[in-house]
Structures are given as C-alpha cells and as structure tokens.
C-alpha cells in the first residue's frame, strides 16, 4: 500500500471524490503543511496556521497508480484559483500535493507541466508541490463527512453534483458496488 495527500479546497469534497476509487483502501481528512502542533479545525479556519485541509489516501498501486490518482485530483477541483476553492477562500483551501518520495514529486511536476503545455486550463496552475510534513488527523466529525451527511445541504449542492459529474469521467474507476 501507498500514501499520496492531496489538498484540493474543503476535505469534505476531496474525501467523497477519493473513497469513490478501486483501489483506494482508506481516505482520512486532516490537516498539514504549517506550524501549529494539533491543530483544531476552529484554528485551521482562522487561516492564519499555514495548514491546509487535506486528505491522506492509502492506495494499492497494484490497482490504481499515483499518476491516476493525480489525473482525478486535477480533474475534481481548480488547480489554478489561489487559495480558494468556490466560496472556501484562504490559504487552508490552496491547492497542494504533498509528496512522499522523489517519485511523487517528479510524478506531480510531470503532470502539471503537461497540463500546462496542453492548455487544459485557461489560467496557470498554481498548485503547490511541497515535500510530506506532519499529518493531523481532523476531528471524528469531518471523518467519512458525505457518507455520514447526504441530506445535509452542502452535501446535496455541492459534494453530489461533483460526484454526478466525476462517475461520469472516471467510470472505470469508480469501485464496482458503487455504480450498481
């Protein structure tokens, strides 16, 4: 098994997206990239910790590879909005990829150079590539969010539209017992 942590705008969005795939055994929302030991998300929001909200996704490479894996993180947010993702606005909300060895790194830059050369987006990338910090794990109730929330608003406005538009893109991805 493999670790990629990606920051893609709230972890509630990224989570759904990521639990979604064949191969990936576990997804966990949390925070990393600044300074503050244990940080709360009540800290996190002030925007001021240098922490991002971010997912940590465990992934059998046998099954889905880490260029797969950044093909539908690109794919399921805006890569080019600076520290904002729709409404989320602050550094918390930027757009990261915290590798775990040279070959994620070298894996993201690729990506992104080749995003950029192809023109898929009409402003420049402005994803951060940074090496792996401490992960802190987010509070029980962010765990597993759409999951435990469906009828929640954000869930049904915002979370289950991208997950409408995602199976549709990334059907042969998509775990099995979920398309039936």
């Not at 992104?112 to 402003?123: P, R």
């Not at 199976?167 to 042969?172: C, G, M």
């Amino acid at each position: 098994m493999q670790i990629a942590t990606f920051g893609g705008g709230c972890f509630w969005c990224t989570e759904a997206v990521f639990q979604t795939l064949n191969g990936v055994s576990q997804v966990t929302s949390g925070y990393m990239g600044g300074d503050l030991k244990h940080p709360t998300y009540m800290e996190i929001c002030n925007g001021d910790t240098g922490h991002a909200e971010v997912v940590q996704v465990v992934f059998d490479e046998s099954i889905i590879s880490f260029s797969e894996l950044l093909l539908v993180f690109f794919k399921t947010h805006n890569p080019t909005t600076l520290n904002r993702q729709g409404n989320d606005v602050g550094t918390q909300y930027r757009s990261v990829i915290f590798y775990q060895n040279e070959d994620q790194q070298k894996q993201a830059e690729k990506i992104i150079a080749d995003l950029t050369q192809q023109h898929i987006f009409e402003k420049p990338i402005t994803t951060e590539i940074s090496p792996i910090a401490e992960f802190y794990e987010a509070e029980d109730y962010h765990q597993n969010y759409f999951n435990n929330n469906h009828g929640k608003p954000y869930c049904a406005f915002v979370i289950q539209p991208k997950l409408n538009k995602f199976a549709i893109d990334f059907r042969d991805k998509i775990k099995p017992e979920l398309l039936e």
